[in-house]
């Protein structure tokens, strides 16, 4: 008997393209003998909408066109429990969403009250790995290195602008950089070397979040660790992200194409397994469980910083996490097939 799995795709999210660029190659990699996919598309304003594959295209994906038979069937939410043609619940849904409304707990929450198995993190893990002040403070708490950082509300902000920027001058210095605390792909992000480009900055931060997070800035090689298990995870081969840009921005993430990525990484092998170390350490941290893409930086003295934790990290057949596993013999549709046996694996062990 095939898997009825459930993809969830594109989000109310900043993030909405990169989720695109995913789900069809998900879908094409997926095995017809294993499993049968029940495509759903969220669209942007928050819409599901129950996709269809069509000729192997996935609605949603910009440059193919929207059928009028797949827009016609706006479906709820809830309704994941009875999506098969059968009106059966799918055996585990795959949210390969990224960003809020979906790589935060959100839709986590939600299947977890449906009762439906999903692939990776769980509410809490989504959670906070999604807000960057919660995942700082959760890995100052376990003892791993950081940029020293602040954070803002957007009404405090607004209630005294000029002690902000003298806070952020007095405890960090330029340069800096300024995220909205629950975003990712580099969306709202700028660095700043001035006061004139942390006023512009938090502008730009503050339109995302209410909540914002200022770093140090840091000059070192950033190397990224992919966490793939539940409560014994084990780690990928390492691999460095070398950007020709200023940063490693949306641009070059996903636009220009001449970011390189080195995989596997020239690093010694005592930082290799220090990385792991404190990689397994950041995914326990915040109560992973399926995957993680961890990312530090390598300062020049051979320390390891760490930025974040990715909890739905770019699942392209050539984005990151993906390959540091296809470097570690697993292959992408394999990849696929571990992380959903995770998922129902976790379920079972809470029934
Ligand atoms: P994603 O989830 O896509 O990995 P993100 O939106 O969560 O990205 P970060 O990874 O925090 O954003 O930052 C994006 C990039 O900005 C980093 O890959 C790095 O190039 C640069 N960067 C971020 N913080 C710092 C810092 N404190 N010092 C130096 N560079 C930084
Ligand atoms: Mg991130
Ligand atoms: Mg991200
Ligand atoms: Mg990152």
Redesign the pocket.
């Known amino acids: 008997v095939r898997i009825k799995l459930g993809l969830l795709y594109g989000g109310k999210s900043a993030e909405h393209q990169v989720s695109l660029q995913t789900a069809l190659a998900v879908i094409n990699a997926l095995n017809g003998e294993k499993f049968e996919v029940h495509p759903v598309y969220i669209t942007e304003n928050g819409e599901w909408i129950r996709g269809e594959i069509i000729e192997g295209k996935v609605q949603g994906v910009e440059e193919l066109t929207l059928t009028e038979k797949a827009t016609a069937k706006a479906i709820s939410p809830t309704s994941l429990s009875t999506l098969s043609q059968e009106g059966e619940a799918v055996d585990v849904v795959f949210p390969l969403l990224?960003g809020p409304n979906g790589e935060d707990g959100t839709v986590q929450g939600m299947l977890e009250l449906l009762n439906i198995p999903y692939v990776g993190n769980g509410v809490l893990g989504s959670a906070a790995g999604m807000d960057?002040v919660i995942m700082k403070n959760l890995f100052a708490q376990a003892g791993l290195k950081q940029?020293k950082y602040v954070h803002f509300l957007k009404m405090d902000w607004k209630n005294n602008e000029v002690a902000a920027y003298r806070e952020v001058e007095q405890e960090l210095g330029y340069?800096?950089?300024v995220?909205p605390a629950n975003?990712?792909?580099?969306?709202g992000?700028n660095?700043c070397t001035n006061r004139e480009e942390l006023v512009n900055a938090f502008e730009e931060a503050f339109q995302f979040d209410r909540k914002i997070i200022v770093?140090?800035?840091?000059?070192?090689r950033?190397v990224e660790i992919g966490v793939l298990g539940n409560d014994a995870p084990s780690c990928s081969v390492v691999g460095e992200?070398v950007?020709k840009t200023d940063?490693?921005?949306y641009k070059s993430?996903y636009q220009d194409g001449d970011t390189a990525l080195i995989i596997p990484a020239e690093i010694s092998k005592e930082t290799y397994v220090r990385m792991e170390e404190e990689a397994i350490k950041a995914f326990k941290a915040i109560d992973g469980s399926g995957l993680v893409?961890a990312?530090f930086?390598l300062t020049e003295d051979g320390s390891l910083v760490i930025?974040?934790v990715?909890t739905m990290?770019?699942f392209t057949p050539f984005s990151m996490f993906p390959l540091l596993w296809e470097h570690k013999g697993v292959p992408y549709s394999e990849l696929i097939e571990k992380l959903v046996e995770l998922g129902m694996e976790r379920h079972a062990e809470k029934q």
């Open positions: 990224h960057k940029v340069p800096c950089f995220k975003l990712g792909s580099s969306v992000i660095k770093e140090e800035g840091i000059t070192a950033e992200i950007a940063f490693y921005d993430k893409r990312d930086f930025n974040e990715n990290p770019g």
